[in-house]
Structure formats: C-alpha cells, structure tokens
C-alpha cells in the first residue's frame, strides 16, 4: 500500500475577500490563518505517517512570494524531512516557476517539477514498491496546451501517479492546460492528482481522477474548500479521505426582526439568534429579514456601516470566536416579486417606446454625432432590428438570471 497526502491551491500569502475593513485582532488572526493551515497539513502528514506528501500547484498565491512566506513553507517541509517524508511539487497559473524568485534552497526531500515538459519521478517506497509521479509545472501565467496528451502511458511500477494542474476543456476553450477525463483514464495511472479548481471534485467514474478543494477559503464562494485528501492505493482498492484544515470558517446566517419593536432590541436579538457551528474562527455575514417594520432611518445606518460598526464593537466584548464582516437586508418574498414585475414592464415599455426608427436614430445620432455615423445608419436599414434583438435577449438573459437565483 502507498499513502499520501493531495493538496492543493493553498494560496499561501493570499488575503481574504480583498479588502474587507477588519479591525486589528482580526487582521492578526487572518494574517497567521495561512501559515497555520500549512502547519496543519503537515501535521496531518505526520500523523498519518504517509509516505509523502503533494502539492499539485497555487501553493503560493503570486510568483514572488514574501522571504517571510519562503522561510516559513521551508520551515514547515524541513518539520517533513526530518520524519523522511518526501514533498513533490508542481507549481500552477498563481506560482508560476521562476527560480530567481526563490532566496532559499528547497529542502533536500521537497522533489520539484520545475519544466512545462512533462518528467516523471520514479522511487521506491521502504516496502520495497515501486512508484512513478508524472507532472509538469507552469513556467507562464497560462498553458494552452492539452498536457495531458504528452504524460507517458502506465510505467511499470507498482503505482503511477499524474499531478495536473488545470481545467476540463479543450485547446480551443482554456488557458490552464486543459484536459478531459477520458484522456487520462486512458493513461491508466491509480491516481491523478489535481489543482486550480477550489470546490472538491471527483471527475472520473472509478474516483481517482480527484480535486481535493482549497484548504483554506478565502471568499465566501470558497466556504465549502476546505480540505486536503489523505489517499491510500493498494494493488486491488484504494479510498480517499477528505481532512478538513481550514483555520477561518465563512458562515451566513439569517436573523429574524419581526419581533423588533424599538431599535435598542437590535443587539439582544442578534445576540440571542448568532450561533457559529464550532469552535473555529468564523467570519460571519448576517441576512436581515422582516425589517421593514423599522423605518428608513435604520435602513440608512445599515447601508452606512453603522450598525455594522456598532455589533462589531459590542460583540467583541463576549466573545473572540467570530467576526461580523457584512449585514445584508433581505427582502422579502412579495418585494421581491414587486421588484421584478416592475423590472420586466419597464423593461418592455423600454423597447415599445424605441420601436419606430425615427425614435430609434434619434437616440444614436446623439450618441455618435459625427456625419458618417448618421449616413451608417441610413444605409444600414437591418441594424435597428437586429440591434433591439440582440439587445432584448441579452435582458431576458439577465432577468432569468435573476429569477433563477431567488
């Protein structure tokens, strides 16, 4: 049996949810979030006493990561070497490899794929099985190129594995080495090792074609990537584990005004209502319902920041656990319904009242005054109905869209 830890996308030096105003504790907390996850997979890879360790690219968030993010990945790896854990690693779009960037010497049991031409590594594990790792590294911010058509057919070893770093699609439709199931199933390697897409993914009927998510969220897109597969591979079976090692939890919760008489309740009642899942550190968002009742002036101090200020400042008094970092009003189900039959009758008195040509050039002969643009238009008798076409289905686009996601 071999076992292995599969990482990747950890975005090391990554910030989160851009430039959220975090007060100072948070900040720190954030700040440290990063290096602790990469602690707590190495911890993992310690505990389950795993034959080594990949991280299948975006382990750093740029190609010129921080001497503090380098010394301290390196720190964490030599932790590894000590235990004789080997480290292979490709580098993704995010990290792409350039060798001056690094000040450091990689620790001797951390192997690289450092060419955008596929190699392969082969070892033997203390069992005495043999196994063989096939992977290339991004070397620019893009690959075109179908890699995976150049990853040489089943070496004969015990265990061939592909580390991949890119997305399902073809030449024609992607930038990051795009690939199909189909093409590496047809490789009969045990295992593919993949990045660059954060959500953990599964894409091949036999689950060995695998993206194991983010280990750390850094949107709120991202709050259900957080974990790192422990794989085990045996001659005739194996199974993959997905372990959680995520530092920050993003969470949404909805919290009820409809028994709000008096704004002064306002703290009480959030306080009564918030309750993070666990003990982890969790970045909160709070959808307000049933508000309406509290008049325009609280409206103003929601959208203003305020009562976002206030909470923040009254929360931290009881506890350290979570952070309020957005309150949102949802409206309800008629308003929102009102919202969008307006949107859809305005939207079609738009089009009636821009109907007849002379409405319609009128409109453009401001827009392009020029004396060309307006003989273009004469001479162009299609364009008016084949703009307002073109312009009424991309609305209709938007306004599924919306009734798609209420």
């Given amino acids: 049996m071999v076992k292995f830890i ?13 430039s959220i105003p975090f007060d100072k504790r948070v900040q720190k907390k954030l700040l440290q979030a990063n290096q602790m996850v990469l602690k707590n997979i190495v911890d993992q890879a310690v505990f389950h006493e795993v034959d080594f360790v990949l991280f299948a690219g975006d382990t750093f ?10 010394k301290y990945f390196f720190e ?14 490709i580098f993704g779009n995010h990290d792409y490899y350039q060798k001056e960037r690094y000040w450091f010497d990689f620790p001797e049991n951390v192997h690289l794929f450092v060419n955008e031409e596929v190699k392969t590594n082969e070892f033997k594990l203390n069992s005495g099985e043999k196994v063989a790792i ?13 890699k995976v058509l150049e990853f040489p057919s089943r070496a004969n070893v015990d265990y061939h594995i592909g580390m991949y770093h890119g997305e399902l699609g073809t030449r024609d439709h992607g930038n990051y080495a795009p690939f199909s199931s189909n093409q590496m199933q047809e490789k009969n390697y045990d295992y593919w090792a993949l990045g660059h897409i954060h959500v953990p993914t599964v894409l091949s009927t036999n689950g060995r074609i695998v993206y194991p998510g983010a280990p750390q969220g850094h949107t709120r897109k991202e709050q259900t990537s957080i974990s790192v597969s422990l794989v085990e591979l045996k001659k005739s079976a194996y199974q993959t584990i997905p372990i959680e090692v995520a530092e920050v939890y993003w969470y949404r919760q909805k919290i009820s005004f409809e028994h709000i008489r008096t704004t002064n309740e306002i703290f009480s009642m959030v306080q009564r209502q918030l309750e993070v899942p666990n003990n982890k550190f969790h970045l909160v968002e709070l ?5 309406e009742h509290l008049g325009i002036d609280f409206v103003e101090r929601i959208n203003s920041g305020e009562v976002l200020e206030y909470l923040i400042g009254e929360l931290s008094k009881y506890t350290s656990n979570f952070f309020i970092w957005r309150i949102s009003l949802m409206k309800n189900t008629a ?8 949107s859809k009758n305005l939207k079609h008195q738009l089009f009636e009242s821009y109907q007849t040509s002379q409405d319609f050039k009128q409109i453009l002969s401001e827009l392009y005054s020029h004396p ?16 307002l076409i073109a312009a009424q289905e991309l609305i209709n686009q938007d306004f599924q869209f919306e009734e798609d996601n209420e």
């Fill in 76 to 89: 964490q790896m030599e932790r590894l070497n000590k235990l004789n854990i080997s480290v292979y690693m």
């Fill in 6 to 18: 599969h990482a990747a996308d950890l975005h090391v030096d990554r910030s989160f949810e851009g």
């Fill in 335 to 342: 308003q929102k319904q009102t919202i969008l039959t307006v």
């Fill in 134 to 146: 096939s992977a290339f590294s991004y070397c620019h911010p893009w690959i075109q190129q179908e």
């Fill in 61 to 70: 968030h740029q190609n010129k990561p921080s001497l503090k993010t380098q």
């Fill in 372 to 387: 060309g643009a307006i003989k273009l238009l004469n001479e162009l008798p299609d364009y008016q109905s084949e703009t």
């Fill in 287 to 291: 959808e307000i319902t049933n508000y």
